[in-house]
C-alpha cells in the first residue's frame, strides 16, 4: 500500500457536525476529497444544504440533517438518518461549538451554561450515539472531537466559558479513548485549533485589539487558513492516525507554547 493511500477514505461514511460555515465546510468537503460520503449536521439547516452541494461536488454522497447537539435526540437522529441512508458509520467529527467572550464578573451565568451545554455536553451528545452504534455493530471507528489551543494555555482574551468547555472535551476525550479503544475498537482523539479564519473569530479578528493580540501570541505571526487544518484531521480520522488514541493534536502556528 502506498503511504498516502493510508490518509483516504474510501469506502468511509463520515459524520460532521456544525458543519453549516467555517471549520465545519472546510472538514466535510475535505474529507470527501478524501473519498468519503458525508453526513452533515447542524442547526441552520439552509446553510447546510450549501455544504451539501460542496462535498457532492467531489463526488460523493450527503445527507444533511437538521441537528442540534445540545439535544440528545437530535445527535441519535443523526446517527439513525446516516446508518439509514448511507450504510455503515465510520468517523465522526465532533465540531459543532460555539463561542462567547465576556469578563468573567461581568458574564451571565446563562451564557456560561449555554456554551459549556453545547460545546462540551454536545461533544459528549454525539459522541454517545456514535459510539454506541458502533458498538451495536460490532466494529471500530473514529472520534475526532474539536477542542482548541484555548483548552491548553491561557489567553488575554476573556473567554472563560468557552475555554473551560473546551477543556473539558480534552478530559473527555481521554475518558472515553480509555473506555472505547481497546475494548470496543473506537479510537479518541482531539484536534486543538487555535486561531482561524472563520465565521465565529471574524468579529474578533476583525477587531485591531483584538487582532494584535492574538498576533502577539502566535509565533507564526498569522492567523491560520482553515485549509491548514485539513492533514491534521485526516491523519486522525484514517488509518494513517490508527496508532492514536487519547491524543490531542494542536494546530495553533506556536500558541500553546507559552
Not at 15 to 32: D, K, P, Q, R
Not at 44 to 55: G, I, M, P, S
Not at 115 to 129: D, F, I, K, S
Request: hydrophobic share 45%.
Amino acid at each position: 500500500m502506498d503511504v498516502f493511500d493510508r490518509f483516504r477514505l474510501d469506502g468511509k461514511v463520515v459524520l460532521v457536525t456544525g458543519a453549516s460555515s467555517g471549520l465545519g465546510v472546510t472538514f466535510a468537503t475535505a474529507l470527501a476529497a478524501a473519498g468519503a460520503d458525508v453526513a452533515l449536521g447542524a442547526r441552520r439547516l439552509d446553510r447546510l444544504e450549501e455544504t451539501r452541494r460542496a462535498v457532492e461536488a467531489e463526488g460523493r454522497r450527503c445527507i444533511a440533517v437538521a441537528t442540534d447537539v445540545s439535544r440528545y435526540e437530535d445527535c441519535s437522529a443523526l446517527v439513525a438518518a446516516a446508518l439509514e441512508q448511507l450504510g455503515d458509520i465510520h468517523v465522526l467529527v465532533n465540531n459543532a461549538g460555539v463561542g462567547h467572550s465576556a469578563p468573567a464578573h461581568r458574564e451571565d451565568p446563562a451564557d456560561f451554561e449555554r456554551v459549556v451545554r453545547v460545546n462540551l455536553v454536545g461533544t459528549y451528545n454525539m459522541a454517545h450515539a456514535f459510539g454506541s452504534a458502533l458498538i451495536a455493530a460490532g466494529h471500530g471507528g473514529s472520534i475526532v472531537n474539536v477542542s482548541s489551543a484555548l483548552a491548553l494555555t491561557g489567553s488575554e482574551i476573556p473567554q472563560a466559558a468557552y475555554s473551560a468547555s473546551k477543556a473539558g472535551i480534552l478530559g473527555l476525550t481521554r475518558d472515553l479513548a480509555m473506555q472505547w479503544s481497546a475494548r470496543r475498537g473506537i479510537r479518541v482523539n482531539a484536534l486543538a485549533p487555535s486561531f482561524f479564519h472563520s465565521e465565529m473569530t471574524e468579529p474578533l479578528l476583525e477587531s485591531e485589539v483584538g487582532l494584535a493580540k492574538v498576533l502577539a501570541r502566535t509565533p507564526l505571526g498569522r492567523i491560520g487558513e482553515p485549509e491548514e487544518l485539513v492533514g491534521a484531521l485526516l491523519l486522525l480520522a484514517s488509518d494513517a492516525g490508527s496508532y492514536m488514541t487519547g491524543t490531542t493534536l494542536a494546530v495553533d502556528g506556536g500558541w500553546s507554547m507559552h
